[in-house]
């Protein structure tokens, strides 16, 4: 019993000590790939260009999405959705709308548009969420417009 005890207790500390931080203002959402989620959108919106300059490697891809809609539930909000995964962690997409080529503001407080990390030719592809609706898509834009930026760090 003994001897059981002190084994577990080894193993217990050898995965604790080769375990790696969570960056700060990430999430772990308990997700089968190890994906960390940002907790929230980053400030801003941005062009399509902009957002991988700035962030690459960092943008999320339609499989980490369909990961996160696999795994975890959501809760629509007044200014966003709330996103829980099976180990209670959550992170939030606000409603922040999209800005057009024409720069124009749309559905601010009630749409958000987040860029995936994926392109064809002259359009981009990115996944929203729409307040009226309750449901994500999967679609493409021009580049030119400005959409909001949610950052993962692949667990795989």
């Known amino acids: 019993m003994k001897r059981t005890f002190i084994i577990s207790l080894m193993l217990v500390a050898s995965m604790t000590m080769f375990a790696q ?67 209670d962690n959550s992170i939030f997409f606000s409603f922040d709308g999209f800005i057009d080529c024409d720069e124009e503001m749309q559905r601010q407080g009630e749409y958000v548009q987040i860029w995936l990390n994926e392109e064809q030719n002259s359009t981009a592809r990115y996944m929203d969420f729409s307040k009226a609706y309750k449901q994500h898509n999967f679609c493409s834009c021009k580049k030119c417009v400005r959409n909001a930026v949610h950052l993962v760090i692949s667990g795989e």
């Open 21 to 87: 931080p969570i960056p700060a203002g990430y999430v772990d959402l308990g997700l089968p790939s190890g994906t960390l989620w940002k907790a929230n959108n980053e400030p801003g919106l941005y062009m399509y260009l902009t957002a991988k300059n700035r962030f690459d490697g960092h943008l999320p891809s339609d499989k980490q999405f369909y990961e996160l809609f696999a795994n975890c539930s959501c809760k629509w909000l007044e200014n966003g959705c709330r996103v829980t995964g099976p180990n």
